[in-house]
């Protein structure tokens, strides 16, 4: 799902990296769906020939997304906690994005979603209670009321997401063998 770290940056999280990215091509290869979040899509990205690197900017909050198929992607907004974005793998297609990067592609039978779709206000608790926000200029109490505004939304939104990615990464494929 999510991680403090940049698939990019080796000398920092150590060597267990390349082969995390080698399991995804052997998945891949094998035919196995696998849904990539945040740290996990940037990871496929990077497994299939894409790149990752950091974003001019940080997204974290709550931002609007355009889909191109909301049966994979429902349309937002998403809460997105990231300060990397990826390009994408040779025969990937994007089917969302914003102004600031690409939020998610499918490639086979992969989803990766640079956004969190599993966040819950509990989550954010204790993502902010480990220091995640020190060092940002955010309205942490703004952040957590739109959470809990966002939740029930959020939740129903998060399973049209697994259910799609279900449908159309495993069902659908498994139903043509």
């Avoid at 000398?11 to 945040?38: H, K, N, T, Y």
């Avoid at 349309?75 to 040779?90: K, N, S, V």
């Avoid at 690409?102 to 969190?116: D, G, K, T």
Wanted: hydrophobic content about 45%; some cysteine.
């Amino acid at each position: 799902m999510g991680a403090p770290w940049s698939t990019y940056d080796h000398a920092l999280i150590g060597s267990w990296v390349r082969p995390e990215m080698e399991q995804l091509r052997r998945a891949d290869a094998a035919g196995v769906p696998v849904l990539g979040i945040c740290f996990g899509g940037q990871l496929l990205a990077a497994a299939h020939g894409g790149s990752v690197a950091r974003s001019p900017r940080p997204e974290i909050g709550w931002t609007d997304l355009r889909t191109d198929d909301e049966a994979v992607v429902p349309a937002g907004p998403w809460f997105e906690w990231h300060y990397d974005r990826w390009t994408l793998p040779p025969g990937a297609v994007e089917v969302a994005r914003n102004d600031a990067a690409s939020q998610a592609f499918v490639l086979r039978r992969n989803l990766a979603l640079q956004f969190h779709p599993e966040l819950t206000p509990a989550m954010l608790d204790g993502w902010l209670a480990q220091g995640a926000a020190a060092t940002l200029n955010l309205d942490v109490e703004a952040l957590v009321a739109r959470t809990r505004h966002e939740s029930e939304r959020a939740t129903r939104q998060a399973h049209a997401l697994v259910d799609g990615f279900v449908r159309q990464r495993y069902l659908a494929a498994t139903a043509s063998r």
